[in-house]
């Protein structure tokens, strides 16, 4: 049978986790990847080509399918690309789409993840839009390095808290509005249970791994410089510092309800997340 479920973003953080509790429960879905034949490689998610600069691998992708967990690709800022997979989406018939947006995105008028989902509306496609927080996997993604080889989180967000959230809790929520009734039409902001700085988080590593990590707190202009010197381009340094002077002027800190009522269940805290990702980090 055609599977008729389909995941983008399966190499990416969030997708990853979709995939990975989809095929657990022995679930058949699409796995949407640029290239055919690479990592990773699901049991129940038979590959499908899938590129959103390539309007034509559409049609193809979205054969027999009636759900879509979609995601924005980080470089992707131009909501034009979406216009021809929603049009391929409704001629097809794709019965629901769940939206990976950003928390607070229906405030945030210019931010990507708005002008998709406003554009998801105007298809009238049933959707449902997670809104989630920061995800404490950016500590083992883009901190990765500073962390392992430095000891010390270096980000300039003040002391301002972060209610971080852990993307297998986000893929829980996808998964649920996936395959259950009753999330159709509906927005989730998703956030973990506790707001912390990254103070905090550092304390917290420095406890769990037995080793000291520090928490660097750099100006803005030390954290761009370091940017640059490692070859990122200015206008991704601009967005994350742009991010966190957010958690540092406070606006990163807002705990939300909607994530331990929709999987019944207490987030995945901070501590929990160290302790699971202590191999990643090497640190035994
Ligand atoms: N990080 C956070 O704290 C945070 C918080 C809230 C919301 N968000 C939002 O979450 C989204 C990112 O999710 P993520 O972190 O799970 O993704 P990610 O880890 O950055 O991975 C990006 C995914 O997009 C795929 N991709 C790239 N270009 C593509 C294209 N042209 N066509 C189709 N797929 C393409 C990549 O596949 P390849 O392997 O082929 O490159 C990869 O699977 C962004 O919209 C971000 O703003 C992030």
Known sequence: MNPSILITGVTGNVGSEVAKQLNEKKIPFKSAVRK??????????????FDLMR??????????????????????DDPRYFEPLLMEAQQQGVKHIVFLSLLGAQTLFFVPHRKIEKRILKAAIPYTFLRPSFFMQNLNTTHMAEIREDRRIYVPAGNGKTSFIDVRDIAAVAVKALTEQGHENKAYDLTGSEALTYLQVAELMSEIWETAIQYANPSAADFKAYWKSHGLPQDQINVMAGIYFTAKIGFAKKVTPDLKRLIGREPITMRRYIQDYREEFQMM
């Open 36 to 49: 055919v034949g690479g990592e990773p490689i699901f049991e129940y998610g038979e590959q499908i080509e």
């Open 55 to 76: 309007p034509e691998t559409f049609k193809q992708a979205l054969f027999g399918i009636e759900r879509v967990f979609l995601i924005r690709p980080p470089a992707i």
